[in-house]
């Protein structure tokens, strides 16, 4: 059976985990990802009355849309590659300690990443974590799917939505990461047969 013929849920989990590896080869191999069009930077100066002046140039954002489609696969409830859904399948399924344990690591950076860094931006009673900030963008502006995220967005000014945007580029780079180094545990995993799926 072809993978257009399966739901998602009808997958099994070395299905999803053989799907993860593949989405996160397509998000790997982005033009976002090899063209450098990720790369941002911003400088604040400030004076006695606070930010003098901001600048900041934040990359090609209609590339890197286009990545964050495929980002999202890795983050949405739902989604059959979902990163916490897979670490739970390589969890119950891994026969081999140094991978189990590779994988917790992952685990963990992939909650800190979404959690921690960036420039912390509180606006509106609104704590935009590197999470937060990438599911306003996503939610609010990509897909238009939830009204709360993208009258979140509307309520920034120029320099709050760079900051956001800021964030969810880093995000998208540490994310990256993790997905790479979860991808290759899988590989790993498989080429050896350490998986024994019940």
């Not at 026969?95 to 800190?112: H, I, P, Q, V």
Request: proline share 1%; hydrophobic share 40%.
């Amino acid at each position: 059976m072809t993978r257009r013929d399966k739901s998602k849920s009808n997958r099994t989990g070395e299905e999803k985990l053989r799907l993860f590896c593949e989405r996160a080869t397509i998000a790997l191999g982005h033009r976002a990802v090899t063209s450098g069009a990720m790369n941002s930077t911003m400088s604040f100066s400030y004076n006695a009355n606070g930010i003098d002046r901001f600048t900041s140039n934040l990359g090609d954002p209609v590339v890197v849309k286009a990545l964050l489609l495929e980002l999202r696969k890795f983050f949405a409830d739902g989604e059959d590659t979902q990163f916490n859904h897979i670490a739970n399948i390589v969890n119950i399924s891994i026969a081999d300690l140094t991978l189990a344990a590779a994988n917790s690591t992952n685990r963990r950076s992939w909650k800190n990443a979404q959690t921690t860094g960036g420039l912390m931006l509180v606006t509106n009673g609104i704590k935009y974590t590197p999470r937060v900030c990438f599911d306003t963008y996503v939610n609010g502006e990509i897909f238009h799917t939830d009204r709360e995220a993208a009258d979140r967005l509307a309520s920034l000014d120029q320099s709050e939505r760079d900051i956001l945007w800021a964030n969810v580029n880093e995000l998208s780079m540490k994310t990256l990461r993790i997905i790479n180094a979860e991808m290759n545990l899988i590989n790993q995993a498989f080429e050896n047969e350490y998986f024994k799926f019940s």
